[in-house]
């Protein structure tokens, strides 16, 4: 079982590396994203850091769609879902795996690359710090909650604007608590353990629900 | 071993494909469906497999596993080979073999079995169609399954390739396995059960 797991591991890494798309993109697509921003708003540094952290998750849940659409839209195409499904593994714990690939290749590298990011955005040093750590904590939220709409579009041709649309309203929670806690700790009423324990939480009820989530949509498509 | 299926029905959308289908094939034995397009041949195969639900019948492989399905102990080969163009195909058999549980064959031998050794580390974007072919029969012998479901498994191989093919079949079939097929071409397997699906709906 454990030596299934880490092939199939291995084998999400070797694709997200080998074909590109997923990883590198969406720091690239996260990159353009800050950077545009201060363009529409305008130099005006204290409205910039007042309201980075806000801007560097939005960049994050948009960049973390880039590559959800693919999660098992390319196994379905290829006839590969179809033997997962009868593989030793349960669909579960291949959701749990693939899931865990995807946030290792887009929502890490987006929280290593934040607090560079926010540099463009102004902001303080202790907020630098805190973004990092809630897009560390809330990404696998984003993932795993995109996961059951990734399972749920995997047979449609045009799935990646069904899924942003089914998707991007349930990301809504983590975004507010994920905000609020980088900017807790900047200053504020709230201290910031408060919102990010929230926010943790969000992540782990994800992560269950998600794979029980996806593993039962893969399992209902009759296509 | 006995593969028992009875007074299976299939749908697709609504609409019945075949009712009430039973047969049931011993340890050794082959089973080539035949029929027209649309007949269901690749739905019985995708229904045994666990792929798509049945409305009603039973199905089960008396003297296998009791705690595992009908698909977990069957090795699926369908229209689509399962072949990702990034990895190679000593990378894909490894993966493969993991997965699929009940390790059998080492990739290498697999693949020499089916004539691809030489292109064991190149990606398989670069392989032809009949190449990923055989690539995916390989994949039958790097995990063992008692049931092998083979829908048009001789699609785009070369006679050679059909003979190393039939061989394999033979080969399972002579240490106990069983194997059900599609096909509009002849397989050339000896001693197999015809199994003529009816008319499409």
Same mark, same amino acid.
């Given at each position: ?143 795993? *909650?995109?996961?059951?709409? $990734? /399972?749920?579009? !995997? @047979? ?9 649309? %089914? &998707? =991007? ?6 975004? *507010?608590?994920?905000?609020? $806690? /980088?900017?807790? !700790? @900047? ?9 990010? %324990? &929230? =926010? ?6 994800? *992560? ?7 593993? !039962? ?7 | ?201």
């Amino acid at each position: 079982m454990t030596g299934a797991l880490a092939a199939l591991l291995r084998r999400e890494l070797r694709l997200a590396i080998r074909i590109g798309g997923g990883g590198t993109m969406g720091l690239v697509f996260f990159l353009m994203l800050v950077t545009v921003v201060p363009f529409a708003i305008g130099p005006d540094l204290n409205l910039l850091s007042r309201i980075g952290p806000a801007i560097l998750w939005i960049a994050a849940a948009l960049s973390t769609l880039l590559g959800l659409d693919r999660l098992f839209q390319a196994d379905a195409e290829d006839g590969s879902l179809d033997l997962l499904r009868s593989g030793v593994l349960p669909l579960e714990l291949v959701v749990l795996v693939k899931g865990l690939a995807h946030w290792l290749t887009t929502g890490l590298p987006l929280a290593i690359a934040a607090p560079f990011f926010g540099l463009l955005l102004a902001l303080s040093p202790e907020s630098l710090g805190a973004v990092s750590l809630t897009l560390l904590a809330g990404t696998p939220a984003l993932t795993f *909650i995109g996961a059951i709409g $990734a /399972a749920l579009t !995997a @047979s449609l041709r045009r799935g990646g604007l069904v899924l942003s649309i %089914l &998707v =991007l309203p349930l990301m809504v929670p983590v975004l *507010i608590f994920g905000v609020s $806690a /980088a900017g807790a !700790a @900047s200053g504020g009423t709230v201290p910031f353990l408060t919102p990010f %324990l &929230v =926010l943790v939480a969000l992540s782990l009820f994800a *992560i269950v629900s998600g794979c029980l989530g996806a593993a !039962a949509a893969l399992r209902s498509d009759q296509g | 071993m006995r593969l028992v299926v009875e007074g299976l029905v299939c749908e697709r959308s609504g609409r019945p494909v075949f009712e009430g289908l039973s047969f049931a094939a011993s340890a050794g034995t082959a089973i080539v469906l035949l029929g027209p397009n649309g007949a269901g041949k690749s739905s019985l195969l995708a229904i045994l497999a666990g792929l798509l639900e049945a409305p009603a019948g039973i199905m089960r492989l008396e003297g296998g596993d009791p705690d595992a399905s009908l698909g977990e102990q069957a090795h699926y080969l369908g229209h689509r080979d399962a072949v990702k163009p990034a990895l190679s195909p000593r990378e894909t058999l490894d993966i493969w073999r993991a997965l699929l549980g009940a390790p059998l064959a080492m990739p290498a031998a697999a693949l020499d079995r089916l004539g691809l050794g030489h292109a064991a580390d190149l990606p398989c974007a670069y392989l032809s169609a009949g190449q990923r072919r055989r690539l995916a029969l390989a994949r039958l012998l790097v995990s063992h399954r008692p049931l092998w479901l083979l829908d048009e498994p001789t699609a785009a191989l070369d006679h050679a390739s059909q003979r190393v093919f039939a061989g394999l079949v033979a080969e399972h079939l002579a240490a106990g396995g069983i194997a059900v097929a599609a096909t509009h071409i002849p397989l050339g397997i000896d001693g197999a059960v015809e199994l003529r699906l009816g008319t499409p709906a």
